[in-house]
């Protein structure tokens, strides 16, 4: 009995290490930033009339997704992409973002 709980509990750990991991690996984040390239451009570098992201505050984009995320701030689409990832998923968003150069 002893041996199958500790077993069981080797295997959470390892699971939830993977889970961490999967959040903060930079390739995965790079994946999720890229899915802002439609309006936001490659690496955050918009075109003319769009919102750059390449090199903002990340507190502030934080900040900003995370009003999006809750409705407090109304958008046309903002909103339902925020509500597609967890907050630290978007905190790893903005932080690749603020790291890219302007």
């Given at each position: 009995?002893n041996?199958?709980l500790?077993?069981l509990?080797?295997?959470?750990?390892?699971?939830a290490?993977?889970?961490s991991?999967a959040?903060t690996?930079?390739?995965?984040v790079r994946?999720?930033a890229?899915?802002?390239?439609?309006?936001?451009?490659?690496?955050g570098?918009?075109?003319p009339?769009?919102t750059?992201l390449?090199?903002?505050?990340?507190?502030?984009?934080?900040s900003?997704l995370?009003?999006?995320k809750s409705?407090?701030t109304p958008?046309?689409?903002m909103?339902?992409?925020a509500?597609?990832?967890?907050d630290?998923?978007?905190?790893?968003?903005?932080g690749?973002?603020?790291?890219?150069?302007?």
């Open positions: 009995m041996r199958v500790s077993t509990l080797a295997a959470g750990l390892l699971a290490a993977s889970a991991h959040q690996d930079p390739l995965q994946s999720w890229a899915g802002c390239a439609n309006c936001h451009g490659t690496n570098m918009a075109q009339g769009m750059p390449a090199g903002k505050n990340k507190e502030d984009m934080l900003k995370l009003g999006y409705g407090a958008s046309t689409i909103q339902q992409l509500k597609g990832y967890s630290e998923q978007l905190a790893a968003i903005v690749w973002f603020a790291q890219q150069k302007k």
